[in-house]
């Protein structure tokens, strides 16, 4: 098994991946963005990649969300939680917060640590990295010229770096999560706790369009866990929809939204059901558990086997 990731080495992506069941053993090989990551995974080179999806407080990781609702479809088998904590680690010579000028990291870290940035770094630009990590070993680099960088506490201390200060987070207790996304096959079996990603596309802009899909998952007692809107590209005005589901394509309750969902939205993308991390518990109504649905069925073919007679 050959498993990409947003590298280099030491970013909370490889966290993430390091949880998966045998990754440790596997071959890892990092790549510089998430774009790179799947199209490794599509062109067979990987066979599955790790990247960022969504953080408790910076929200989607855009570029994650767009990579996999468009191209040569790809399945997420399976996602990852990882509690995010920073610290600020400086390059040799760098003494005091106040000699800070340039302070590298990801964007998505940066957003996370804006507040406590304006705070004690006022002066400081930001100079966005591809990874916490890369940020960081930039510090060992005489041809980078950044003063510090943000990053996982991890990193820092596996690369001897100094930390000036930490953790450095607006938000304690923020949590990442990330998706192990492959090409489509065999679906992960359902656990009683899943989750269902599916990419709905707005057919036309008229009243009632997004109310029209998501009364698909209303009315079957579908809870989502996340949507996002992301424009299309192709003008102001143009979005789909990125929508997390609680349940499996196993599940009677999503195979019937499903279907719902593809006549009110014909091009929708189902992108994968898969175990939910994280302790979700997921509720059934007795009206939309499967035995119900088989009930409803099985009485709709018993009057529809009266036709024509
Ligand atoms: O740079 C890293 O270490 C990453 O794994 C990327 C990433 C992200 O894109 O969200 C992951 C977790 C943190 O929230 C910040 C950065």
């Known amino acids: 098994m050959i498993y990409t990731y947003l590298g280099p080495a ?60 468009t191209g040569e479809p790809l399945q997420i088998l399976a996602e990852v939680l990882v509690p995010i904590t920073f610290v600020l680690t400086v390059r040799e010579g760098v003494e005091s917060l106040a000699q800070i000028r340039t302070v590298a990291t990801h964007g998505h870290a940066w957003a996370q640590c804006r507040g406590w940035a304006e705070k004690n770094i006022p002066k400081a630009e930001f100079v966005p990295a591809s990874s916490t990590a890369a940020g960081a070993l930039g510090l060992l680099d005489p041809l980078a010229h950044h003063d510090a960088a943000i990053s996982s506490p991890l990193v820092a201390a596996e690369e001897n770096l100094r930390v000036l200060a930490g953790p450095v987070e607006d938000n304690a207790g923020a949590v990442t999560r990330f998706v192990l996304v492959g090409k489509p096959g065999p679906i992960p079996e359902p656990t009683g706790n899943d989750k269902t990603t599916v990419i709905l596309p707005l057919a036309e802009d008229r009243p009632g369009a997004l109310m029209e899909i998501l009364e698909q998952f209303v009315v079957r007692g579908v809870n989502l866990s996340r949507i996002e809107s992301r424009p299309t590209g192709e003008g102001l005005g143009h979005y789909f929809f990125s929508v997390d589901v609680e349940g499996h394509l196993a599940q009677a309750r999503i195979a019937d939204a499903l279907t719902g969902l593809h006549r009110v939205c014909p091009d929708l993308r189902f992108l994968g059901s898969y175990p939910a991390a994280g302790g979700l518990v997921t509720t059934v109504d007795d009206h939309t558990s499967d035995k119900a649905f088989a009930r409803a069925n099985a009485w709709v073919a018993g009057l529809r086997g009266n036709l024509g007679s």
């Not at 490889?14 to 995974?41: D, I």
Request: net charge negative; hydrophobic share 45%; aromatic share 2%.
């Open 10 to 69: 030491g970013t909370f992506t490889e966290a993430a991946l390091l949880q998966v069941p045998g990754a440790a053993q596997a071959t890892r090989v990092p790549s510089t963005n998430v774009n790179t990551a799947l199209e490794m995974v599509r062109c067979g080179e990987a066979d599955a990649a790790m990247v960022p999806i969504e953080n408790s407080v910076e929200g989607g990781v855009s570029a994650t969300l767009d990579a996999i609702a």
